[in-house]
């Protein structure tokens, strides 16, 4: 079990059992890492999901405490180890049905012929024909002009923001659209950084405009332009995250963030793991040229972190355009999986508010509730919660990792938990 898991169970326990009174204020986060011999970013993770689960409550510029829609310490709730949920619609996993694995599998193998390549390490960067590839593709999918040099590539979005923030010499403030990127502010606050939740108080701007919230709402195009002419006024650096972009199925496309810039103080951040699978950790970061430049002078400082098979396996699949039928596939694919599990729960939940994300991937329940959230995790349910007020509660459904046959259970258990 991750650490994270382990003081989130600790500090919920202690809760639970009336050891932590309502309202007493929590450690800060950097006390709380040294009491409990962890990384801030344990911490920020741990206390971000008790909060998501009502168990406490941020006050602005004062710290953590102990909600009063905390549970009560009873016989029934003294279990609080978390198990793996039966019905995962939290952490937006993929479903085997989406992914044709059979042709990934060739073109790994096909990888694996370049014996002379597999004899090295690879290229700190990234290698250099996959580079030139992403090059041409993100031109063409998102007309973000970049060569290769300024693209470095890495395992994961989070290994890649390592890199960004390891280039910052001032560390100032960042700020984050709102308190779900929970691992991004974590990284940031163990670099020294101050993070906040209002862009027009930061140095850097972390935004994504494809998938804003956990509720997957879209950046307006309007809104993107006052950004980066808030950008270009200030020197604001823009870190613009271009997760999801691809499934922007019920709205008009809009340009990204970098293309309105013109590459000016933005860095452009994208992945493939919504596309292809979770476990396929090949992300990439396109560098300003200031920072670019930086980057190579500094490059032996750094290891590549993403596979040379997969990235030769990735290359050659974009090569060959399968990444764009992939596109096609998952996007008619997953739209059509969250219309399905909307219109399940307007059957079942007659009085409440059923809704569909403006990216069509999420879908929103707001329904009358006043029980413990943790409740749905008891019922083997993960799900986002938001809005709870102890009379009223909003849940939202990632419905990418749980298969179409399981919905009905799912909903069942669902109804269970909630009347």
């Not at 997953?334 to 059923?354: Q, R």
């Amino acid at each position: 079990m991750s650490k994270y898991n382990d003081l989130y169970n600790h500090i919920k326990k202690q809760i639970n059992d009336g050891q932590i009174k309502t309202g007493a204020k929590l450690p800060s986060i950097r006390k709380a890492a040294a009491l409990f011999s962890v990384s801030r970013t344990t911490v920020q993770n741990a206390y971000f999901a008790l909060e998501a689960d009502g168990y406490i409550i941020s006050e602005p510029q004062s710290g953590y405490y102990v909600s009063y829609h905390a549970a009560r310490p009873t016989a029934e709730n003294a279990e609080t180890e978390i198990r793996t949920p039966e019905f995962d619609f939290k952490s937006g996993g993929a479903d085997n049905e989406s992914f044709e694995f059979d042709v990934w599998r060739k073109y790994m193998k096909n990888a694996l012929r370049h014996s002379e390549r597999m004899l090295s390490y690879g290229e700190p960067q990234g290698e250099e024909d996959l580079r030139t590839v992403l090059a041409d593709y993100i031109r063409e999918k998102r007309n973000v002009a970049a060569s290769p040099g300024r693209i470095v590539i890495g395992a994961g979005v989070q290994s890649l923001l390592g890199i960004f923030c390891s280039l910052i010499e001032n560390r100032g403030t960042v700020s984050f659209p709102d308190k779900s990127f929970i691992q991004g502010a974590g990284l940031f606050s163990d670099y020294g950084f101050d993070v906040r939740y209002r862009y027009k108080d930061a140095e850097i701007i972390y935004v994504s405009p494809s998938h804003m919230n956990a509720r997957g709402d879209i950046m307006p195009n309007k809104r993107r332009i006052e950004l980066v002419n808030y950008s270009a006024q200030t020197g604001s650096l823009v870190i613009e995250d271009d997760y999801e972009s691809d499934f922007q199925y019920n709205s008009v496309p809009v340009p990204s963030l970098y293309a309105l810039a013109g590459g000016e103080n933005v860095v452009y951040l994208g992945s493939f793991s919504k596309l292809l699978l979770p476990s396929i950790r090949i992300s990439f970061m396109v560098l300003t040229d200031e920072l670019a430049e930086k980057y190579k002078k500094n490059i032996r400082r750094y290891n590549q972190t993403a596979g040379k098979t997969e990235q030769i396996a990735l290359c050659q699949y974009i090569r060959d355009g399968r990444l764009k039928a992939q596109i096609r596939k998952t996007r008619r694919f997953y739209t059509s999986k969250a219309k399905a599990f909307a219109l399940l729960l307007s059957d079942e939940f007659k009085n409440a508010d059923v809704e569909i994300s403006e990216n069509a991937l999420q879908v929103i329940l707001s329904l009358p509730f006043s029980k413990d959230p943790g409740i749905f995790q008891k019922a083997g349910i993960a799900v986002s919660v938001e809005n709870f007020d102890g009379k009223n509660i909003t849940l939202i459904f990632n419905t990418g990792a749980v298969g179409q046959k399981n919905f009905s259970s799912a909903i069942k258990a669902l109804k269970s938990a909630i009347y």
